[in-house]
């Protein structure tokens, strides 16, 4: 039977293991934003990004203000 240590390393060994496979993951499908504690944010100014933006363009990098200061230069 497994002790509480070994309970408690089966269950850190998951969750680290999720976390490499999540950040893989968003790896794989291009930059996007930067994810700071589960949260998207811009890699130009570092502001959060909305989550509706990120629904409607799940890879962008950039908030709207920096996307559309990028777009006008």
């Known amino acids: 039977m497994p002790d ?3 309970q408690a390393s089966d269950l850190e060994t998951r969750e680290r293991e999720a976390a490499i496979s ?3 993951s968003r ?4 930059p ?3 994810w700071i504690d589960g949260i998207p944010h811009c890699r130009e100014c570092g ?3 909305p989550a509706a933006r990120i629904e ?3 890879n962008c990098s950039l908030c709207k203000d920096c996307q559309e200061e990028m ?3």
């Open 22 to 24: 999540m950040a893989r």
């Open 71 to 73: 777009d006008a230069s």
């Open 27 to 30: 790896l794989a499908s291009g």
């Open 32 to 34: 996007g934003p930067e």
């Open 47 to 49: 502001e959060e990004i």
């Open 56 to 58: 409607a363009l799940p």
């Open 4 to 6: 509480m240590f070994d």
